[in-house]
């Protein structure tokens, strides 16, 4: 049974999606699986996951970080050798938060201050006290695209650019890619669409 999110909700870029557990008739463990798709028809399957065990009495998972728009998830059950099939497809969206950027409560900021056509992206730091920062730029499948920054960084607000190039120098492909600040334990994320 889908828990969350329910029909109509909107999330932040990283939804928890939950699933109430079953129990398998003849006592086997059950695994769960999830798919999110972009499209009503649950045809554009954009993450997933597979075989992820029972959790206590509900079962989680998140994706990597989602573009804003709207999404459809559903749910599977097994029990290693058999699978129920799909749930019925919930909707849900993800907010745009690229524009205010992902404030945590007396935590960092992202904000991505504006996107230069086919050459990367200026991002705004704003740290409230000084902490040890990593600055990535992913791909929609979470593969890591670029480290902007990797070391200690004094409180206050600063400025960063993505040239649009990947680790290797090379231009990344048009697409939506995004942007994960961590500074110690907390986590704030920023949308770059690249057009070229």
Do not use: K
């Amino acid at each position: 049974v889908a828990l969350a999110p329910a029909a109509g909700t909107t999330t932040g870029p990283v939804p928890v999606l939950t699933v109430a557990n079953v129990a398998d008739p003849q006592g086997d463990p059950v695994v769960y699986g999830f798919r999110i798709y972009a499209d009503a028809l649950c045809t554009q399957l954009v993450a997933a996951a597979a075989d992820l065990p029972a959790g206590d009495g509900t079962t989680s998972w998140s994706p990597d970080p989602l573009p804003a728009g709207s999404y459809w998830w559903r749910a599977w059950a097994g029990d290693g050798s058999e699978r129920s099939l799909l749930g019925e497809a919930v909707p849900f969206s993800v907010d745009d938060l690229s524009a205010v950027g992902l404030p945590l409560a007396g935590g960092p900021r992202l904000e991505v201050l504006r996107t230069v056509s086919g050459r990367g992206a200026e991002l705004r730091l704003l740290l409230p006290a000084a902490a040890d920062v990593t600055v990535d730029v992913h791909d929609l499948r979470g593969a890591l695209v670029r480290r902007l920054h990797a070391g200690r960084l004094d409180g206050g607000e600063r400025t960063l650019v993505w040239d649009g190039r990947d680790r290797g120098g090379r231009q990344a492909a048009s697409g939506v890619y995004l942007v994960r600040l961590r500074a110690g334990q907390a986590v704030a994320t920023g949308r770059v669409v690249m057009v070229r």
